[in-house]
């Protein structure tokens, strides 16, 4: 069951947006908007979705994901991304993200993307 979700964008209120609907849903949400801050709350093992931008200042979110599944094997990765190139959807499903939902995103996206991933 997630309980715990952490949202890694460097656009604010993209994450403040993100985490209210998620917190609307039920779960905690927080979010940071480096990837150096994201390292941090991952090694804590937390949280069960992790919802992660491309394109950070210090890094892409495809940095985070080796970690996650070092720290959390059983995590949830989904990727949100204005960047849906031919090489980010190759490495989305080399890196086995869960879901990628593209930017400019709406809430029942968000939402669909939570919801499926309870059930897999």
């Known amino acids: 069951m997630l309980r715990k979700a952490l949202i890694v964008d460097d656009e604010d209120d993209i994450g403040l947006m993100v985490s209210r609907i998620l917190t609307k849903e039920g ?46 094997p059983n995590a949830r990765v989904i990727v949100i991304s204005a960047h849906d190139g031919v090489y980010e959807m190759e490495r989305v499903a080399q890196e086995k993200v869960h879901t990628f939902i593209k930017k400019p995103f709406t809430k029942s996206q968000i939402i669909e993307a ?3 991933l309870e059930v897999q």
Request: hydrophobic share 40%; glycine share 8%; aromatic share 6%.
């Open 27 to 72: 779960l905690q949400a927080e979010h940071v908007n480096r990837i150096a801050a994201a390292k941090d709350k991952v090694q804590d093992g937390e949280y069960q979705a992790y919802l992660l931008d491309l394109n950070l200042p210090d890094g892409t979110g495809f940095d985070l994901i080796p970690l996650i599944r070092a720290q959390s």
């Open 114 to 116: 939570i919801q499926g």
